[in-house]
């Protein structure tokens, strides 16, 4: 025996959309998971309720349901979605199905909504839109879409491996965000790379402090505490 155990790192607001889709299952509800198919989040929701469980993509999609005015039906929704794509999805549901229940409190990440809020009030004053982040990650990819929504250029990256001076000429202002998931460092590698290709001057912009903190998982707390 190694000795070793295993630690469930899983983010708080992932494990509340798991819990809800059992909670909703065990009440005998049809479960309609808005969300990405093939998606990390949405592969685990639906493996805690795999028989309870319909995922929606679109708007068209829910055209094509049907269901039954007796049926008990809930929503619960990809925690890193776009907000305007959630709750176009949302309100399509309410008007197909206005019987349907929807979770205490939003499903969608705070840091999430406030990233997408930041890229469109900051964009307006940036010339090139960055943002650090998986090609896979949903958030991220709704990042640079917002970018591009202002007539920004923007651009994915996972690193500086894949950044490109000639992205940058004739650039005045980059704004430089992060999907959910993006180390600090990664960030940090970025800012550091601008800086010294050109010489760049570092600003932060704050459209919305987060004050949420999430203790660290039980057993790596009982090992910080036996080791002090």
Do not use: M
Request: with cysteine.
């Amino acid at each position: 025996r190694l000795g070793l155990f295993a630690i469930d790192a899983t983010c708080p607001l992932v494990t509340k959309v798991h819990l809800e889709a059992i909670k909703y299952a065990k009440g005998g509800y049809t479960i309609l998971l808005i969300g990405h198919e093939g998606h990390d989040e949405v592969i685990g929701t639906l493996g805690e309720a795999p028989e309870a469980i319909v995922l929606v993509e679109d708007e068209q999609q829910v055209d094509r349901l049907d269901f039954l005015p007796d049926t008990k039906l809930a929503y619960l929704t990809q925690t890193t979605l776009s907000v305007d794509d959630a709750n176009r999805i949302i309100r399509r549901l309410r008007a197909r199905f206005p019987w349907i229940e929807s979770p205490p409190k939003d499903d969608i990440c705070y840091a999430t909504q406030n990233r997408q809020e930041a890229v469109r009030l900051l964009s307006e004053q940036a010339d090139v839109v960055l943002v650090l982040g998986s090609q896979n990650s949903s958030n991220s990819q709704r990042l640079r879409e917002l970018g591009a929504e202002q007539g920004k250029r923007a651009y994915l990256i996972d690193g500086i491996e894949d950044l490109r001076a000639e992205w940058f000429h004739s650039a005045d202002r980059i704004l430089v965000t992060a999907g959910a998931s993006a180390p600090e460092s990664v960030v940090q590698a970025t800012i550091d790379w601008l800086v010294d290709k050109f010489d760049a001057t570092l600003r932060e912009e704050t459209v919305r402090k987060e004050e949420v903190h999430f203790p660290l998982p039980k057993p790596l707390r009982e090992i910080f505490k036996a080791k002090s």
